[in-house]
């Protein structure tokens, strides 16, 4: 089955700096994949996906993520990351059936001046 | 344009009890989608609807339940209520097109459920 695994729970950054949040995948044929983004008492926002193609996707808010199959990721990543970005971030692949998604268990994101 | 709404957005019920959560998606779609989310298990797949007849149905016992009306609208049922269920409970919408996840889910709020 397809799955995703989250390594990071917490990660703390200071405001202005580079962000990678990780993020490997099991899955046997190319994936769907996607990064949300929740904040408190929020749902869940997309950042971006991957399905094809141009391995570097751009998403919202400024980030980016990297597909490579060689390693089973898809890190996102952020230059310089903003008091504004601390939330929970959520990797998600896609199921074989219809719109159906597995999610990482998070990455909480704390972003310190 | 109107995004996904849920109602409730709190509720608190005791164990045994029944309830019945609401999610109106965005206008012009016909998908919804139902997950649980708990500190423990995280992000979950309950089950989708799309034009009125469940497509895809997640990991959970028979106790959850749900439906969509012929306005889109979907609402999700848990019967005898069991302490475990307390969780944020969220909906997704989306055009619901063959292409499966080449479409864009939009997430509500969520419908956090107390189970005391």
């Known amino acids: 089955a397809q799955s995703v695994t989250q390594p990071d729970i917490h990660i703390t950054v200071s405001e202005g700096a580079s962000l990678e949040l990780r993020c490997n995948y099991s899955y046997g044929a190319t994936p769907y994949l996607f990064w949300y983004v929740q904040s408190p008492g929020q749902g869940l926002q997309l950042l971006l996906k991957?399905?094809?193609?141009?391995?570097l996707v751009q998403g919202i808010k400024g980030f980016e993520a990297e597909f490579k199959r060689s390693q089973s990721s898809f890190n996102l990543r952020k230059p310089s990351v903003h008091w504004s970005d601390a939330a929970e971030y959520f990797c998600a692949v896609g199921a074989n059936s219809g719109y159906a998604l597995n999610f990482g268990k998070g990455t909480s994101l704390l972003v310190t001046p | 344009k109107a995004g996904v709404t849920q109602t409730p957005r709190y509720l608190i019920k005791t164990r045994g009890q029944q309830v019945t959560l609401s999610c109106s998606p965005i206008s012009g779609h016909r998908s919804v989608s139902w997950y649980q989310q708990t500190p423990g298990q995280g992000l979950q797949f309950l089950f989708e609807y799309f034009s009125e007849t469940q497509r895809n149905k997640g990991n959970f016992p028979g106790r959850f339940s749900g439906r969509q009306f012929s306005n889109s609208r979907s609402e999700m049922n848990v019967s005898t209520l069991e302490l475990g269920d307390s969780a944020l409970y969220l909906c997704?919408?989306?055009?619901?097109?063959?292409?499966?996840?080449?479409?864009?889910?939009?997430f509500g709020p969520g419908t956090r459920l107390t189970v005391l």
């Open positions: 997704a919408s989306s055009r619901g097109l063959a292409g499966g996840h080449t479409d864009t889910q939009y």
């Open positions: 991957y399905f094809s193609g141009d391995t």
